[in-house]
C-alpha cells in the first residue's frame, strides 16, 4: 500500500512536471508567434514605406526632368528677348544718329566760307548744303548748328538764321562723309565752289580725319511736336 502511494505521488510529479513543461512550450510559442506577426507587419510596413518612397523618388525624377526642360526652354527665351532688346537699342541709337539728337563725330570736310567785298546769302549757303546731301554726307553743321531735316536757312535782315540762331560770315560748314569724294563733287568743273567764287566769295575746304558735330538743340527751337498725335 506504501509503495502505490510513493508511485502516484511520482506520477503526480511527472504529470505536474510535464504540465509545467507543456505550459512553458506553449507560452513559448505564443512569444515567439507573436514576435514573428510583429516582425512580418513591420516589414510589411518597411516594404510599403519603400514602395513609397520609390514612387516619390521616381515623382522627383520626373519633376527634376521638367524643370530641367523649362530651365532651357527660359535661356533659350531670355536669349531671344536679349536679342531683340539689342536689336531695338541699335535701332533707336541709329534712329537718334539720322534724327541728330546725339553728337557725332567721324573723318569729313571742313568747308569755310567767307566774303571781303561780297555778300554771303542764305542760297550760298543752301547750294553748299545741297550739294553736300546729294553726296552721300552724313553729318552736317553750320557754325556749330546741326543740320537736320526742320533746319531753316533763311536771311534775316542782316544775318542768315539757322535754327533760329543769327550768323553772319564767315560760315564754317562741316560734313561727316569720304573726304576724297566730297571735295571732288564740289570742286568740279561749274561746280558749287567755282560758282561761289565767281560770286566774289572764298571758299576753302580742309580734310580731317576727325570732326565733331554737336546734337541738335533740344530747346524746341528746331523740332516742334505739340501738334503732332501718334496714328494708332
Do not use: W
Not at 102 to 126: F, M, N, P, Q
Not at 132 to 149: F, G, K, W, Y
Not at 173 to 184: G, L, R, S
Not at 223 to 232: G, S
Amino acid at each position: 500500500m506504501k509503495v502505490k502511494t510513493y508511485t502516484n505521488v511520482a506520477l503526480a510529479l511527472v504529470c505536474i512536471l510535464l504540465g509545467t513543461m507543456l505550459a512553458l512550450q506553449f507560452k513559448s510559442i505564443n512569444y515567439n508567434q507573436k514576435i514573428a506577426s510583429t516582425n512580418n507587419k513591420r516589414l510589411e510596413d518597411l516594404n510599403d514605406e519603400l514602395i513609397a518612397l520609390r514612387k516619390t523618388n521616381d515623382g522627383l525624377v520626373k519633376r527634376n526632368e521638367e524643370l530641367k526642360a523649362e530651365n532651357m526652354e527660359y535661356e533659350k527665351t531670355r536669349g531671344n528677348i536679349s536679342g531683340e532688346t539689342e536689336a531695338l537699342k541699335n535701332e533707336l541709337d541709329r534712329v537718334r544718329i539720322i534724327a541728330g539728337l546725339v553728337d557725332v563725330k567721324g573723318k569729313g570736310l571742313i568747308i569755310t566760307i567767307h566774303a571781303e567785298d561780297s555778300y554771303v546769302s542764305d542760297t550760298d549757303i543752301l547750294s553748299v548744303l545741297n550739294e553736300l546731301r546729294a553726296s552721300d554726307v552724313q553729318a552736317i553743321s553750320v557754325n556749330e548748328e546741326r543740320i537736320v531735316a526742320m533746319s531753316e536757312v533763311r536771311v534775316a535782315g542782316n544775318y542768315i538764321m539757322i535754327n533760329q540762331t543769327q550768323m553772319r560770315a564767315p560760315f564754317v560748314i562741316k560734313a561727316i562723309a569720304e573726304p576724297e569724294k566730297v571735295e571732288h563733287t564740289l570742286r568740279i568743273i561749274d561746280g558749287v565752289v567755282e560758282t561761289l567764287e565767281n560770286y566774289g566769295l572764298k571758299v576753302k575746304i580742309e580734310k580731317a580725319d576727325q570732326i565733331i558735330i554737336p546734337k541738335v538743340r533740344d530747346d524746341g527751337s528746331v523740332f516742334k511736336t505739340n501738334l503732332l498725335q501718334p496714328v494708332k
